[in-house]
């Protein structure tokens, strides 16, 4: 048998499946093996798969027999049924059995498996048969074997007349008992019952399953069991094996060689029937009612190399059960925003009877790793309780919230899980895996955003509604082989096989269990489930709480082998078949929509994720909120504090301008006493007046500005503008004049005058100097005040500290210039006295002079006398000299 192995799920080849990219539409054809092997071959080139080549066992020939339309025969497989687990679970369909596109049932009839006893296969059943007609399979024992009966069980001259009669609800016979399910909406998996003979292992009965009423079978509730037959690779599509019959359209295989039968399941896929169809037929709706709270299990079972992985995982061009799956699931999440999930996922493997756990373990690289090489992480135990059920604990899981998160999950599980080469597939898995996906779920609060209050405050608020966890399984069991040469896969084989039988022997054994003794058959007896840890893990879902779906793979023997070889393959295969008919038959599923839990939300413990994150955002989010209050309150004191500040900043700038104003007030006062000592002379009955009486200052302060230049001018322009200041002085002022007109006493005074006016305009000079300081000490103070502002709650006090300094310098400032001005009035009167001084003076010579000009006579005859004797030289009075 040709090797086809690159499209299986090869580690690396599974790595590049398009994880940021999960398929959402239909998927293409699978491809047929020519193009598969052409595809391997390529991947083979590229270094992607290892390049262990197949061997071909040399007994397998292609058995001599005459070719016989095959189950891969196009004209039955092609057109299949398309209702399959669709309606899962239920409703039942009331039409007939199958699609119309179904070719016509004569074209099965080509086929023709003949019972060992030559016997002709059964008629239809008569009315009133029992419910479920049968072709003659019949159940004979309860053993883990399976044996074809010897009486007219399996006379199947024509598959044709035998198989076809699914529409007319004849041709099978009804089961002893009828095994429904009171699942709510869900059904019974009262498919064909296979009875083992205890210990024969070869006497199998099989019952049809079609209600004569209704016209169709059950079996389309909550277990579906399915076959797959792989292409064979070698196979040209001519056909070659006459032995074996698969009609994909009544979903029945039939093998019309020693020990043979008609098997009938929910689906039968043949070699045209890719990956996206098995996944709609066998899991789609599974995984919808997972996502609506049902636990749900989907496994596949298997010789090695017939196809388990490939369907399980599928490749890149053709993915399979488990990323369609996750598809869906998201898919679900989106359509259904009135609820809020939470998914979390684990990934184990069972080894050699040990479970490792495939997501704590680092793989070596990217690639495959040996398996010699491997390092697996801690052993997990399997625990029991009966709110769980049975689980693996310590098992890493995974919150994932994205398709490409939760594949990109898996596909690290898948580096790391055990594989190596056997005599039929170079990359066989030699584990079971164990793919986990735990959803939980809950109705979002009306009212709140996704965020809404907790489960805590919902039930004091009086809302109802828990957090409901369902469980989806999706296992990829390890292939049975009975031949290995190599001792570790001797050894993996025996651990495998082992398991696989404790499995095939507790589906057997379910038959006899009643509803009620999950754990036990009828006679008491334990179900073997703690004989392997696969079955205890399988426990929960093999015990009926779960949906289950099963694909069985086969693959036929390539028609190039023959003998023992042969002989072997085609007992695996009729093993497979058997498994699938019994699981078919015995399983019984109450799966019910899991509890929605209110507890969740207080037990610390709990399982319930979605609620304990629910409150914990709940809990962040009240943080959050009182965090911001208080830097909401922060900012309130901060802007409040610098609002006061900029107010006390205002005021203050109000005083410093008061106090200038009052400065220059002061300063122009200055200016009119200097002027009124000036133009008017002694006039200290004013000044003192005025500068006695601040209050009044102040008054006069409020006069305009352009008084001072008025002022002013005097200084510049002269007298005449002095006289218009002071018109009511023009007696004094004519003295000034008149001094000035008079001889040298006049000229003397005019100098003292003119001193005096430079001094008056030294004065203004300092005036102007001390406007100038004035104004730096305001805008010191305004920076000042702006250092203080900055940061007022950093720098206690240094603005009020500031405001007083202001304030003492102002008063110093007042002080000083009231001491400047006290001196420069002293000074003024020291002039005003000099000036009266010089005014008494003169007014003395003024008097001198006059008393002289009185006595001319005397004078004159002197002065006659004189300049007779002398020459008239005349002696001038002793000047200036008061
Ligand atoms: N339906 C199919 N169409 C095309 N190729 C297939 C199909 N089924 C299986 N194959 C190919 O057959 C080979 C073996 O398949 P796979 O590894 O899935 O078998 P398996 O049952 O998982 O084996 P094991 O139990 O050893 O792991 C692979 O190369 C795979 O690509």
Known sequence: MATTTTTTLPRPPRASFNASQPPTSAL????????????????????????????????????????????????????????????????????????????????????????????????????????????????????????????????????????????????????????????????????????????????????????????????????????????????????????????????????????????????????????????????????????????????????????????????????????????????????????????????????????????????????????DQQTKGEEIKLREDAKRGVYATPLKEEIVQSPTQLLRVIARGDLARRTGSTQFNARSSRSHAVVQIVVESRDRIPGTTAGGGSMVDNRRAGITGGVRVSTLSLIDLAGSERAAENKERRTEGAHINRSLLTLGTVIARLSSVDKEGYGKDKDGNHLPYRDSKLTRLLQPALSGGSLVSILCTIALPPSQVSGAANATHIGETMNTLKFAARARNNIVSHAKKADESLAGGVDAGSRVLLERYRMEITELRAQLDSQKRKEGDDMRDREEREEREVERHSEQLLEIQLARTALKERIEHLNRLILSSKSSGVNSTRSSHLSGNNGHMSSLSIRSSTTTTHLARPFSTGSSASTAINGGSSSECADDDSTGEFGDGSATLAAQVRALQADVADKNRYIATLEKRLLQARRSSQSRASIGFSPPHKVPGIFGGGELVEEARVDILLREKDEEIVELRARLDDKERMVSALRSAARKRDVAEVGRRSKPSNDEGRRRKASGNSGGTAEEPEDGTF
């Open 28 to 371: 293409p054809a699978l491809p047929n093996s020519i193009s598969s092997r052409a595809s391997t071959q390529n991947l083979r080139k590229a270094s992607l798969l290892p390049q262990t080549p197949r061997k071909v066992s040399g007994a397998l020939q292609r058995p001599s027999t005459p070719s016989v339309p095959l189950l891969t025969d196009a004209k039955i497989l092609t057109p299949r049924r398309a209702v399959s687990i669709a309606s899962f679970p239920k409703p039942p369909r009331t039409g007939g059995g199958r699609i119309a596109s179904l070719p016509p049932a004569s074209s099965l009839s080509t086929c023709n498996l003949t019972a060992k006893d030559g016997n002709k296969p059964p008629s239809p059943s008569p009315a009133g048969s029992p419910k479920r007609g049968g072709v003659g399979l019949e159940r004979s024992s309860s053993s883990p074997g399976v044996k074809t009966s010897k009486s007219k069980t399996i006379s199947v001259g024509s598959l044709g007349s035998g198989f076809s009669g699914g529409a007319s609800g004849t041709a099978y016979l009804s089961p002893p008992h009828s095994r429904s399910s009171s699942a709510q909406g869900s059904y019974s998996t009262n498919a064909t019952t296979i009875d083992a003979g205890a210990g024969s292992g070869d006497e199998l009965t099989v019952r049809g399953r079609t209600d004569e009423k209704s016209g169709e079978r059950e079996g389309k509730g909550n277990v579906i069991v399915s076959v797959r037959v792989r292409p064979d690779a070698n196979d040209s599509g001519g056909g070659g094996n006459s032995e074996w019959t698969i009609d994909g359209r009544d979903g029945k295989v039939g093998y019309g060689g020693k020990d043979g039968g008609i098997y009938e399941y929910d689906n039968v896929f043949g070699q045209n029937d890719n990956n996206s169809r098995v996944y709609d037929s066998c899991a789609k709706r599974l995984v919808r009612r997972v996502m609506e709270g049902y636990h749900g299990t989907v496994f596949a079972y298997g010789m090695t190399g017939t196809g388990k992985t490939f369907s399980m995982q599928g490749t890149t061009s053709s993915p399979g059960v488990i990323p369609l799956a996750i598809t869906d699931i998201f898919s679900f999440i989106r359509e259904t925003p009135h609820r809020e999930f939470l998914l979390r996922v684990s990934y184990l493997e069972i080894y050699n009877e040990r479970i490792h756990d495939l997501l704590a373990t680092q793989p070596g690289g990217t690639g495959f790793t040996p398996l």
